[in-house]
């Protein structure tokens, strides 16, 4: 899978959940487009080993913990004196029907699918209203739109990252900020457990899961100078599953 090459030279893009799957493929398209790139995750021994073989910087942290998200913004204004494009990728998965569903269960999920991706938002803005520019891209989910069974949890949190997007775009297009999401519907370790008889259902009319890599193109099309004028979109990057 090609990457269309925007030019990200003298950038520094942050992105979360970039240890594996659509994060790895997206930090790789950045720093093959010249940006300087800040690959986050939980795992820290795997986002390591991740970094190093793209020479990218590698962060361990919990998007769910405030302390964690500010001090991953202040050491990367520290080292690169700029923020231009936030990725917000990170998410877990804990299924259950929603009578199974326990509290923890809930709280982790919302806490790390929307609740990381308000803390990185929250916590660049400054920095994106001082500079007068910045792009911010979400990851959300066809569950979010449609809702999906054992998912009430996920959905919910995929829903709020809509909601999230649509509210920040309006209150932070006047410094120069868009922000926008993708829906994407690629192989990953989310989806390898779908068996082979079911995937036609949820692939759509291209009748196949993507490549992480083209749901880095279109990532990397919304954080470019070229996608200036977009921004409260939800791009549905899912080979038309979701008409």
Known sequence: MGNINYDFTGRTVIVTGAARGIGLEVAKHFNNSGADVVMVDFDGDEVKQAAETIDATAVQADVSNTDDVERVVQDTLQRTGRIDVVVNNAGILRDRVLWKLTDEDWAQVLNVHAGGT????????????????????????????????????????????????????KELAAFGITVNAISPNAATRMTASIPEEKVSEVTGPIAR????AEMANAIAFLASEEAGYITGVVLPVDGGVSM
């Open 118 to 169: 308000f803390r990185f938002t929250r916590a660049v803005v400054p920095h994106f209203r001082a500079q007068n520019y910045g792009r911010i891209i979400n990851v959300t989910s066809y569950s979010g739109i449609r809702g999906n069974r054992g998912q009430a949890n996920y959905s919910t949190a995929k829903a709020g990252i809509i909601g999230l997007t649509k509210t920040s775009a």
């Open 209 to 212: 899961f993507a490549d992480p």
